[in-house]
């Protein structure tokens, strides 16, 4: 059975998944649910994800959704090594993973700055520079800590890097101001320096119209 993402090319959370297969160098095909057009509303996307999101990943007879839960799912039956055998290092990927994807994501979120910019008093440029850029403070704390290496923890591909530079690529598009964060923005220039990184960015997994 072939393995299918349900992907929206600018979802944070399918940008983590992208990464992920392409670390594994796990074959896969994309089935777009666009996000701005509804799909993800729609009968068919809610069968597979009720909670109406993406991504959600087909694979070895499964249908999975939550990136992090498919990343550790992926990490568990592939051996990839994301989460340190260490438990006090595997907490602080944990740390640094939910610092982004439980923190700062969620409340950047598109349904979420659209409820608030509906009830006035905000933009969505304000909101997300705001919120991320709060986040990102707390978070280059974090990285400050002697266990960063070239990337979040040491010199090896963590769990905590796949949910970085998704998060990075959105501050960017918003226009946060990075020159705050000297040490995320050099992991993530070592990170999209990788293939892996690379292929699964936004701009090469756009439909092409």
Known sequence: MSTILHDYWRSSAAYRVRIGLNLLGLSYNVAPVDLLAGDHRAAENL??????????LQVD?????????????????????????????????????????????????????RHAVSLGGTTTEAWMQHFMTSGFSGLEAMLAQDQTGRFAVGDTV????????????????????????????????????????????????????
């Open 47 to 56: 069968t597979r994800n009720p909670q109406g999101l993406v991504p959600s």
């Open 61 to 113: 007879g499964l249908m999975l959704t939550q990136s992090l839960a498919i990343l550790e799912y992926l990490n568990e039956t592939r051996a990839a090594g994301w989460l340190p055998q260490d438990a006090g290092q595997k907490a602080r990927v944990r740390a640094l993973s939910y610092a982004v994807a439980m923190d700062i994501h969620p409340i950047c979120n598109l349904h979420v700055v």
């Open 158 to 209: 963590t769990l905590a890097d796949i949910c970085l530079v998704p998060q990075v690529y959105n501050a960017r598009r918003w226009g946060v101001d990075l020159a705050a964060f000297p040490r995320i923005a050099a992991v993530e220039a070592n990170l999209t320096a990788l293939p892996a990184f690379a292929a699964a960015h936004p701009d090469r997994a756009k439909p092409l119209v």
